[in-house]
Every structure is written in structure tokens, then in C-alpha cells.
């Protein structure tokens, strides 16, 4: 029986209608080759909003307003170590307010690409599982 991983992602957008995702190299997972919002793993004794805020800004340098919980999803897949993990993802939309896309200290990711993208884009990209379902949610494909 895998074990429980809970992890954040934050759909964040700029003032230009852009959303700002990374995409995972194609040899590692979980969702491996796949763009995704930039988040992770919630820290034992950490709030959850916290942890998503912490995370973007670890992964990208970014940070926001208007931060809202939007949507969760649940998968089992094998995580950034290819162990399989049972993966509940809490899932954010936020506004850009600043940040130059560079990775700050403490983020353990290795990203192939990290910038803002159009909704005409993203329907030719390929798409994690969980921000297609969000971004389905939402309204945007």
C-alpha cells in the first residue's frame, strides 16, 4: 500500500492573462515530461496555505496576491524519487505580484522549463493530470 503524500500546486496568473507552470523533465516523476503548477510537498507542522506559498516562491521566486483554494485531486503515482505514492494535491489559483522566475534556496526540483503561458499554448502542451483537471474546472479548456 503506497503511502500519502499531500502536496500543493498554485495556478498563478500575470496581468497579461499568462499562467505561470513548470514542466518536469522527462525522467522524473511524478508526472514526468508534463507542465504543472509549481508546488510540493506540506512539511509536518506546516498550514497548508503556507506550504503552497513556500513552495512557489522556493521554486520560482514568485510571489502573490490573492491566493484561493480551488480544487484537489488525488492520483497514484510514483513521486520525484520514483516511489509510488498515493499523491492528494491541493490545488490554488493566485495573481502574480513579483518574482523573476529563479528558484530560491531549500527547492529540491529540477525543472526543464519554468514560464508564463497563454490558455492557446497550454492547449498544445502537454499537461500534468491535475492542472488539466483544474484548468477543465475553471473553465480555461
Known amino acids: 500500500m503506497p503511502s500519502i503524500s499531500l502536496v500543493t500546486g498554485v495556478l498563478v496568473k500575470n496581468a497579461d492573462n499568462k499562467f505561470l507552470l513548470v514542466k518536469k523533465p522527462d525522467d522524473v516523476g511524478p508526472y514526468a515530461g508534463t507542465y504543472l503548477p509549481p508546488g510540493g510537498a506540506v512539511d509536518q507542522d506546516e498550514r497548508i ?9 522556493e521554486e520560482t521566486g514568485v510571489k502573490v496576491t490573492n491566493l484561493k483554494r480551488v480544487y484537489f485531486d488525488d492520483d497514484i503515482t510514483e513521486n520525484w524519487a520514483g516511489k509510488v505514492k ?12 513579483s518574482g523573476d522566475l529563479t528558484p530560491k534556496e531549500g527547492n529540491d526540483d529540477d525543472f526543464d522549463v519554468v514560464g508564463w503561458f497563454s490558455l492557446e499554448e497550454m492547449k498544445h502542451m502537454p499537461l500534468s493530470p491535475p492542472i488539466e483537471k483544474l484548468m477543465r474546472h475553471l473553465g480555461y479548456l
Open 86 to 97: 498515493h499523491m492528494v494535491g491541493l490545488l490554488y489559483t493566485a495573481d502574480y505580484a
Open 49 to 57: 496555505d503556507e506550504a503552497a506559498l513556500r513552495e512557489l516562491y
